[in-house]
């Protein structure tokens, strides 16, 4: 098969005649090419998808161009010159020379469909979809059925970021008999133009979980059984300072609505509520709501959130603390199978019933993704983050810092569970003397976790978890174990 950029069509009757009256309407043509990119980029301002188009569909198959009215030798041998330098140079990847090179024989040549097809494409591939969709309509006009030119300008239009014509011209080639590499490449264009109409519109995603478990030290109860004071003194912990147990019934559901403002940006809103019942321990019964709202930017492989957030959380019915503040974050996929990001965030902590609390938090923090190849599709997330909590009320034994990492691995698992473990590690040093006890408090909490997921039908699934805490802590009563186990039932929408 003749390849398209060496196949010479033959001009179309009459073609000549027509020159005339393209040249007086030339004018206004190249005030509309002007106009279409800032036109199309008010429809969206979505930067156009990069989606290769082969040669493959360059070498569509097409009868030959019937000849136009004979013309002079001369201006014949002038033509064929300037054609089969152009095609030498789009071959060697010199687009922009080949287009300004045709551009300045457009009063000479407009209305040649083999002239025209070579400067709509060399204007394509030489960044000016605008000028590539004047070019190529002419070719149409002429030949309708010249499937090269309708593939390309349908690339044109897609470039040009109008989407409902490069729907239908890509619509018009794939209906067609063509070669199968042509139809799925086609076919990844319309795809593409599929993704960007659901991006540019709002869309809402929702979460509902429901939990049954069982929690082994609800009330963060001390592991030692005797503490001993600052001034010497043993002493036996009460009963609310030691390990309560019970089982553990919650609900938790969550919005999110993203709607695309423009230029790369979307704005989100959402909402998570959380009940959490302990039927052995109700004054430590938990209802949580959190909000958010914000922005976010994307270009290239670069993501950027800027959020607000606020909490509410309350104990046994009555409220116990408040937090109002922002997170930044950037995320960058490097290629299909690896991520980083880094993020800070500050907040504001209020204590209703208990103001000496009251706190600043700030901190920083770094994340790893990585999908491995091989069988389970192994997918690897891991941090580290730093930052600290200072006390609002000038207190030294409230405030300290704190570093810590993450690691997590999920694999599949077969019929249909997909397996995670977590480990994560964190320490707390407090600045001042603990009052009570005479120690500074230094804590060193490891978190150990494993579970699975496995859908159940359509948008449901469940989640069986077990996770185990040790807090490793010079202050007794912050010296602790806990192990908790769940099943939990998902259900998303969409």
């Known amino acids: 098969m003749t390849h398209p950029r060496h196949h010479r069509p033959q001009a179309a009757p009459g073609a000549r005649s027509r020159g005339a009256g393209l040249r007086c309407a030339r004018v206004i043509l190249w005030v509309l090419a002007a106009a279409l990119p800032l036109a199309s980029a008010a429809q969206s301002h979505q930067a156009p998808l990069a989606v290769p188009l082969p040669d493959a569909v360059r070498s569509i198959a097409q009868a030959p161009v019937p000849d136009e009215a004979p013309a002079s030798a001369a201006s014949r041998t002038s033509l064929a010159d300037l054609l089969a330098n152009a095609r030498t140079l789009i071959d060697a990847d010199r687009a922009e020379e080949a287009w300004r090179a045709l551009e300045a024989r457009l009063d000479d040549y407009a209305g040649d469909p083999e002239f025209d097809y070579l400067l ?10 605008g000028h590539a969709i004047l070019a190529l309509e002419r070719v149409l006009i002429v030949r309708p059925d010249f499937l090269q030119a309708r593939a390309e300008i349908a690339r044109a239009y897609f470039n040009a970021r109008e989407r409902e014509n490069a729907r239908r011209e890509f619509e018009t080639v794939a209906a067609q008999r063509i070669p199968e590499p042509v139809r799925q490449v086609i076919g990844r264009y319309l795809d593409a133009i599929q993704r960007v109409d659901e991006e540019s519109r709002g869309k809402l995603t929702g979460l509902l979980e429901f939990e049954l478990g069982y929690d082994s030290n609800v009330n963060f109860g001390s592991s030692s059984g005797q503490w001993v004071l600052a001034d010497g003194t043993a002493v036996v912990p009460l009963g609310v300072s030691l390990p309560r147990s019970s089982a553990a019934l919650s609900a938790a559901g969550s919005l999110n609505w993203t709607a695309p403002i423009g230029g790369g940006w979307q704005w989100t809103a959402g909402g998570r509520a959380t009940i959490r019942r302990y039927p052995g321990a109700h004054t430590l019964d938990q209802d949580q709501l959190d909000l958010s709202s914000g922005l976010t930017f994307r270009r290239g492989c670069h993501r950027y959130n800027m959020l607000a957030q606020a909490q509410n959380l309350q104990l046994g019915g009555a409220a116990f603390r408040n937090a109002l503040g922002a997170i930044v974050q950037w995320q960058c996929d490097l290629d299909a199978r690896n991520q980083v990001g880094a993020y800070a965030q500050h907040f504001l902590l209020d204590f209703p019933d208990e103001p000496a609390r009251d706190a600043r938090r700030s901190g920083v923090g770094l994340t790893l993704a990585h ?64 009052p009570f006890f005479g120690v500074a408090r230094y804590d060193r ?8 997921e496995r859908p159940l039908s359509g948008a449901w699934s469940i989640a069986p978890s077990l996770t185990f805490t040790r807090n490793r802590s010079t202050l007794a009563p912050n010296d602790f174990r806990r192990t908790q186990a769940g099943v939990m039932v998902r259900y998303r929408f969409p």
Do not use: C, K
Not at 407 to 418: K, M, N
Not at 445 to 452: C, E, H, M
């Open 445 to 452: 909490q490891t978190d150990l976790g494993i579970g699975a």
């Open 120 to 129: 709509g494409l060399a204007a394509l591939d030489a960044g000016h979809p």
């Open 371 to 434: 999908v491995f190849e091989g069988g389970g599709r192994p997918i690897l997330l891991a941090g580290i983050q730093a930052g600290r909590e200072t006390s609002r009320r000038g207190l030294d034994n409230l405030t300290y810092g704190y570093q810590g990492a993450r690691v997590a691995v999920s694999r599949t698992l077969g019929d249909g569970w997909r397996g995670f473990a977590t480990l994560s590690y964190e320490t707390r040093d407090f600045d001042g003397i603990e």
